[in-house]
Structures are given as structure tokens and as C-alpha cells.
């Protein structure tokens, strides 16, 4: 009996040994930005990766190794805070310190979009891609129309909007993070918050929803990562990140694996329905700003403001997560229950007469 015992002793702490991987090199670092990296993108469809910095530039990059510098795309008047695909890949929405949005289509022609009297630290494309919706430190968060160009609604999320995200599933709500503890979900036909996620204590940085609309993910100021069930509101697990403050959370296109960023640099990688500690990353305390998984799900792209170096560029970590047999495809959506039809017929709100300090 005791050496039965013995034996399972050994098999689990090697089995923990190797599932808690640790990673201290980054396997690429991107070359050509000029300042520390804020944000970063990968296209749902196609190849391309892009990344904003403080140099004020966009650079585009092949979204595969050994990740191709392409081109640069030049235009905003202070550091890029944030980037957006949308579902096609067509379009990339960028947000800046100069309080401006701007629209990228394939060819990679812009446009502007102007409005808000803060710094935009986070964008989303509806499902339907007729819709960008932009956050900011001026407490507000815009749906813009695409084609026109206009703001279409607006929000007065009473708090700075650090996050945003959606479900592929039901598209008729928008779930916001921000400068509070809690977790809010806005009817996009009503506009008033409907319910609410409880249980951190202090500002909600990041959020993100799995592909299967079945979880969510949050990083917070509280030195906590949580994941929530989407449709009932309620925690399943608080993630241990040992980190002080959760700046960056994603999940995998598969939905079974999610990543945190904390501000000492640290990354961990976890399997979203047990809880498991699959590799984590030590990072010489350079403060992740952003991070997405590569779709092949070997590396992770991580948007970095770096401590002691001025070795300026994107990283690429490994993930330590076993290849899948079969990338699910992301849900479609379903075009019933579109926010489109709903918002159509409904006169703008609050809609903010555009200016820029």
C-alpha cells in the first residue's frame, strides 16, 4: 500500500512538473517599431497580425513564423492604445491617445472617425460588421456607423471604458469593463445595464468572451483573473495569477484554454474548464499591455511596456499547449437576433456632438 502510495506521489509531481512549464526567452521579437507596443491584433480570417505602439505607428505583420514585417500604417498623432479585426478580416479599427478612431479596409485606405475627449482604450466590431463600437477615458463608449461614418448611439458608462467584448451567440447585449469593480452588461436596444458581474474588488482592466459563448474571462486590479458563466453572471473559478495587477486576459479560438498578463510581466497559460496551470511565463517585469493567441495556438503575441531594455518590438512566446486534432470554427452568428434590425429603429441617444480637444 505504501509503496502504491509512493508511486502516485511521484507520477503526480512529475505530471505537475511538466504541465507548469517555464518560459524566460521569447522565441521572436518583431523588429521595426521605435517605442514600447500597446496593443495588438490578429485577423479572424486571413494572415495578418497588427500592432500599435507609442511611436504613434501601425505596423502590419504576416500572423504566422517567422511573422513577416509587411508594411507600417501611419497617421495617428500619439500612441496607439488599441486594434480590432473585424470578422473578416477586411477591416482593422484603431484607437489613439489623440482621441481618434480610425477604419483600415484590405487596401489599407483610412478613414476617420471623431467624437470622444479621451484617450480609446478599447474597439469592437458588431457581428454583423456594420457597427464599431469605441471605449474611452472620457467615460463613454460610441457605436459608430460604418458607412457613414457618424456616431450612431452612445453610452455614458459614468466610469473610464478599459475593455469591451461580445457573444457570438446573442449579440444584442455588450459586456463593459472598466475604472470599477464590476462587470456590466448594456442592452444595445435599451442602452441601460441589465445585469451585472460581482466579485472583484477594484477596476476590471480586461475582458474577453470564449468562442462558444459559454465563458468569460476578466483581469483585474484586484490581483485576480476570474472566469464567469456568460448566461448566469456567476464565478466558477478565480484564477491563482500571483501577480498584482491582471492587464491582459484572451482565450483560445477552441474556447478550452485562456491566457493572463499581469504588470510584472508574468503570462500564464490555463485550461479553461479545470483550472489547470498548463506553462507560465517570467518576463523580466515588462508590463503586458495586450496579448492574443496565434491560431495555431503554439505561440502567443504579447504587447509589452518594457523596464530596462529598449529592445522594442512585439514578443512571441511559446504556449506549451499540445496541438489540437481539429480548430473549431467559430460560431456564426445568428442573424435573427442581429443588433442591426433592433438599432436601426431606434433614434440616437445621447449621441456626442464629435470634437477633439
Not at 106 to 134: P, Q, T
Request: proline share 4%.
Amino acid at each position: 500500500m505504501k509503496k502504491t502510495l509512493l508511486l502516485f506521489f511521484i507520477s503526480s509531481l512529475v505530471t505537475n512538473v511538466f504541465a507548469q512549464k517555464i518560459i524566460t526567452e521569447p522565441t521572436f521579437i518583431l523588429p521595426n517599431h521605435t517605442n514600447d507596443i500597446d496593443a495588438v491584433a490578429i485577423s479572424p480570417i486571413g494572415n495578418l497580425m497588427a500592432t500599435g505602439s507609442w511611436d504613434k505607428n501601425i505596423n502590419i505583420y504576416s500572423a504566422d513564423s517567422p511573422f513577416t514585417f509587411i508594411r507600417p500604417l501611419v497617421g495617428h498623432l500619439a500612441p496607439v492604445n488599441s486594434l480590432r479585426f473585424n470578422r473578416t478580416g477586411k477591416l482593422l479599427a484603431s484607437g489613439s491617445s489623440d482621441y481618434m478612431v480610425k477604419i483600415w479596409d484590405s487596401i489599407f485606405r483610412v478613414r476617420n472617425f471623431e467624437g470622444h475627449r479621451g484617450n480609446i482604450n478599447c474597439l469592437l466590431f458588431d457581428n454583423a460588421s456594420r457597427y464599431l463600437f469605441s471605449g474611452s477615458d472620457d467615460k463613454t463608449i460610441i457605436a459608430w456607423d460604418i458607412a457613414s461614418g457618424k456616431p450612431f448611439r452612445a453610452i455614458n458608462n459614468f466610469q473610464a471604458v478599459n475593455s469591451l467584448a461580445i457573444m457570438n451567440t446573442e449579440p444584442r447585449y455588450l459586456f463593459v469593463a472598466g475604472a470599477e469593480p464590476k462587470i456590466k452588461v448594456y442592452s444595445l436596444t435599451s442602452l441601460q445595464v441589465t445585469r451585472t458581474f460581482d466579485g472583484h474588488t477594484d477596476a476590471v482592466n480586461s475582458i474577453d468572451i470564449s468562442k462558444n459563448s459559454l465563458y468569460l474571462i476578466s483581469g483585474s486590479n484586484d490581483k485576480s483573473a476570474r472566469i464567469w458563466d456568460v448566461k448566469t453572471g456567476k464565478e466558477i473559478r478565480k484564477l491563482p495569477v500571483d501577480c498584482w495587477k491582471v492587464t491582459a486576459v484572451a482565450f483560445t479560438d477552441d474556447s478550452k484554454y485562456a491566457v493572463t498578463g499581469c504588470n510584472d510581466g508574468s503570462i500564464k497559460i490555463w485550461e479553461v474548464e479545470t483550472g489547470k496551470l498548463i506553462s507560465k511565463i517570467e518576463s523580466s517585469g515588462n508590463v503586458v499591455r495586450d496579448i492574443a493567441f496565434i491560431k495555431s495556438m503554439k505561440y502567443i503575441a504579447v504587447a509589452s511596456m518594457l523596464r530596462g531594455s529598449s529592445e522594442y518590438g512585439l514578443r512571441i512566446w511559446p504556449t506549451e499547449i499540445a496541438p489540437p486534432n481539429k480548430i473549431i470554427s467559430p460560431i456564426k452568428p445568428d442573424t435573427s437576433k442581429s443588433i442591426v434590425n433592433k438599432m436601426d429603429t431606434i433614434k440616437i441617444k445621447n449621441t456626442i456632438t464629435p470634437k477633439i480637444k
